[in-house]
């Protein structure tokens, strides 16, 4: 069955970084683009980033644009979101996602805390 696992998220002070990762399983990896959303207390989940299947195109949510960077090993089938110069605002639940046959799949989420 397919599985989506978060890791790599934690308790940061603003300006700092971190790496997310996304482990997945249980389908064929290097054929499905990859997402990352977020969700913020009290806020509807949204778009962060996004990969394309062999990693060449990307794009990213103009909130986190310039600060963030998504990337994959197709390999290791896993994705990763590297985050820099965090804000308090970027305080959130992080997931991981992709569709397969119509089915859009997600992880447990990984929670990144930004304060002092």
């Known amino acids: 069955q397919v599985q989506l696992v978060e890791s790599g998220g934690g308790l940061v002070q603003p300006g700092g970084s971190l790496t997310l990762s996304c482990a997945a399983s249980g389908f064929t990896f290097s054929n499905y683009a990859m997402y990352w959303y977020r969700q913020a207390p009290g806020k509807e989940r949204e778009w962060v980033a996004w990969i394309a299947t062999a990693g060449g195109s990307k794009n990213y949510a103009d909130s986190m644009k310039g600060r963030i960077t998504i990337s994959r090993d197709n390999v290791k089938n896993t994705v990763y979101l590297q985050m820099n110069n965090l804000k308090p605002e970027d305080t959130a639940v992080y997931y991981c996602?992709?569709?397969?046959?119509?089915?859009?799949?997600w992880g447990q989420g990984t929670q990144v805390t930004v304060s002092s």
């Open positions: 996602t992709t569709t397969i046959y119509f089915h859009q799949y």
